[in-house]
């Protein structure tokens, strides 16, 4: 398991090493997106797991430089906070938005913005919802739909389109 893990640090390394332009934040959703279930279903005792993609190119992303954070609506934070911290990765983010709520997400990425000061242009987004990607796009945030949770794919998928984004947007 180490081994593949390795592996996929490495590949997302090489893949953000190959992008023309770098987002300043990455954000990611939580259940479906980082992990295979809805956190609201498990008890807090339990041992989460994540897709298995997730660990290496959050990883992969924090030996870049590239800040991570989370955008989600579970409404039971107590419990997502506690797997993130059973999987040893709380600490990595710098910001974690986590609460229910009737907007797409749009309030969890004005928090992260007054949060951080990244511009929603700076940042890339991947969430496994049509309508918080929609809804995200709309701010300015390059957004990318998972189906399978977060993959080696998608991260190259993301990185491409805001890098075009970038290049078409300049003024
Ligand atoms: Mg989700």
Redesign the pocket.
């Known amino acids: 398991m180490g081994e593949e893990l390795e592996k996929v640090k490495k590949e997302a390394a090489q893949i953000i090493e190959d992008s023309q332009k770098l987002p300043r934040l990455v954000v990611f959703?939580?259940?479906?997106?980082f992990w295979p279930f809805y956190c609201e279903c498990c008890y807090e005792d339990e041992m989460p797991y994540l897709y298995p993609h997730a660990m290496g190119i959050l990883q992969a992303l924090k030996d870049k430089g590239i800040d991570v954070a989370i955008a989600?609506?579970s409404p039971t934070p107590d419990i997502a906070k506690t797997f993130l911290d059973k999987l040893g990765i709380q600490s990595m983010f710098v910001a974690q938005e986590i609460y229910s709520s009737w907007t797409h997400k749009t309030d969890h990425f004005q928090r992260i913005h007054r949060k951080t000061g990244v511009p929603f242009s700076s940042m890339l987004f991947f969430?496994?919802?049509d309508r918080?990607i929609q809804a995200i796009t709309k701010m300015g945030v390059t957004s990318i739909l998972v189906h399978r949770g977060v993959t080696l794919g998608a991260l190259r998928q993301g990185l491409k389109k805001f890098a075009e984004k970038s290049s078409s947007s300049r003024t």
């Not at 959703?29 to 997106?33: G, K, Q």
């Open positions: 959703d939580l259940d479906y997106t989600s609506r969430d496994d919802e918080n």
